[in-house]
């Protein structure tokens, strides 16, 4: 079974992360999974290099046209314009959750020192599927305003953990994907039924930003459907497609950011307090959602990027991702065949003490902070970072994604300070699509006065 039980037992991720601080190795690690079946561990930044950029062909089979079409999308130049979409949406979470803390559903609490709870994850979720829906696509989810909205709905289904989803996914080493999806279990018909709801919504928001751009107004916004469009370099299904990517992975990776930030702010106090006087020094208040908010207007926190890089290292929401040996090859020297699965683990490469030193597990924002760190947080090698991965298959959406997490942080720690419901909670990790806290995390926020 060679080490089949820690793999399953612990988080995804987390043996991986172990082995590379604790197993002598020259960048690459050999293990065995279920029926030992090989897999190969990359770990330093040589054999990343060879992986992710030398050789990045020899290990996945290459999408270029799509990936090509959709770059415009995602240049920074083009990201900067919606900043104001985030801030917008940043705004209207927290005067939201401004109001359930005033208006609490919960029994009030017997010590009135303390403000009522709220389940940060939901409220991330919900948040960042709107800001996926206003930047994505020009059309409002309004997740935010109302959980019970279609698509919310349907996609908590897909990330809601099950008992149900668990066994299947257990079992699927075993048993060929075709048979699996036989068995009449309610998580077989739940999966396919959710995809075609999120589908539909997507061919029907691709089909109107088409007649807009048919018609005489053919400025149809900055979203990232109508530059897509604007390129005549897909057909409608490669779009749906393409959309269908961008809303899973996109909302439910930064939610997952915001749920670790929130988490580690309320372990760290007094970074917390440090981060919200920077944000209120430099930021127009969270009332004013039409402030003009800019990558310039950003740049001037340094202390937020630093607490935000510093959680995408040390948390990354995908923390485990596998590539197969497209042909006969070589990492390092060292010879891999044809089929071979190869492991890229964040969680492991982002922790690991021979690249960051032996603080390496903890969460220190400080060393991005250092000069000439900004970028590297004191790493000597970009390949210490592997939360987006490098090279021609790095994340599409990571200026996307860096900014939203940035400006919905600074809303959140702007007006609230946060504690724990359960400042002794065991934290477990529920493994899955991302790497969120099992259980969700309850945040008591108390709006602070002034901003």
């Known amino acids: ?170 079992l699927s080493l075993f048993i060929p994907f075709w048979l699996l999806r036989l068995i009449p279990v309610s998580r077989n018909q739940e999966i396919p039924a959710a995809v075609k709801t999120i589908r539909r919504i997507c061919r029907q928001l691709i089909e109107a930003k088409k007649q807009a751009l048919d018609s005489k107004n053919r400025d149809t916004g900055k979203d990232i459907i109508s530059v897509a469009l604007s390129s005549g370099g897909f057909t409608e299904e490669m779009l749906v497609d393409q959309m269908m990517t961008f809303l899973a992975a996109g909302h439910e990776t930064t939610a997952t950011a915001i749920l670790w930030a929130v988490y580690v702010l309320c372990q760290n106090p007094l970074y917390q307090t440090r981060l919200r006087d920077e944000i209120r020094s430099n930021l127009p208040s969270i009332e004013d959602p039409s402030a003009p908010i800019t990558a310039e207007t950003l740049d001037r926190l340094p202390f937020l990027h630093a607490v935000c890089n510093e959680v995408l290292r040390l948390h990354p929401p995908v923390t485990l991702t596998l590539r197969e040996v497209a042909r006969n090859t070589t990492i390092c020297g060292q010879y891999v065949p044809k089929g071979t699965k190869i492991i890229l683990a964040p969680a492991a490469v982002n922790t690991n003490k021979a690249l960051w030193g032996a603080d390496a597990l903890e969460f220190n924002p400080e060393r991005w902070l250092a000069p000439g760190n900004a970028n590297s947080g004191g790493a000597t090698s970009n390949y210490a970072m592997l939360t987006f991965l490098h090279g021609p298959r790095s994340c599409i959406g990571q200026a996307f994604a860096k900014a939203e997490f940035a400006i919905l942080m600074a809303g959140l720690v702007g007006r609230f300070e946060m504690e724990l419901e359960d400042p002794g909670m065991e934290v477990k990790i529920q493994t899955g699509i991302t790497a969120r806290i099992k259980g969700g995390l309850n945040v008591r926020m108390r709006a602070v006065e002034g901003w």
């Not at 279920?34 to 950029?53: G, Q, S």
């Not at 927290?94 to 208006?103: F, G, M, P, Q, Y």
Request: charged fraction near 25%; aromatic fraction near 8%; avoid cysteine.
């Open 1 to 170: 079974m060679g080490q089949f039980v820690a793999i399953r037992t612990e988080p995804t991720g987390r043996p991986q992360q172990r082995w590379i601080n604790e197993i002598p190795n020259d960048g690459l690690i050999r293990y065995l999974n279920v029926f030992n079946e090989e897999r190969l561990l990359i770990t330093d930044p040589k054999a990343l290099a060879e992986v992710l950029t030398i050789k990045s062909y020899d290990f996945v089979k290459p999408s270029q046209v799509q990936r090509k079409n959709l770059m415009p999308a995602f240049a920074y130049r083009h990201i900067k314009d919606l900043y104001p979409v985030f801030w917008a949406k940043s705004s209207e979470m927290v005067k939201a959750l401004t109001d359930i803390i005033a208006s609490p559903d919960e029994e009030p609490s017997s010590d009135i020192s303390k403000p009522p709870a709220v389940e940060i994850g939901e409220w991330s979720s919900r948040s960042t599927l709107d800001i996926i829906g206003s930047a994505g696509m020009g059309h409002d989810f309004g997740a935010i305003k109302d959980p019970k909205t279609e698509l919310n709905v349907t996609y908590r289904k897909i990330f809601q953990p099950s008992r149900q989803g668990a066994i299947l996914g257990l």
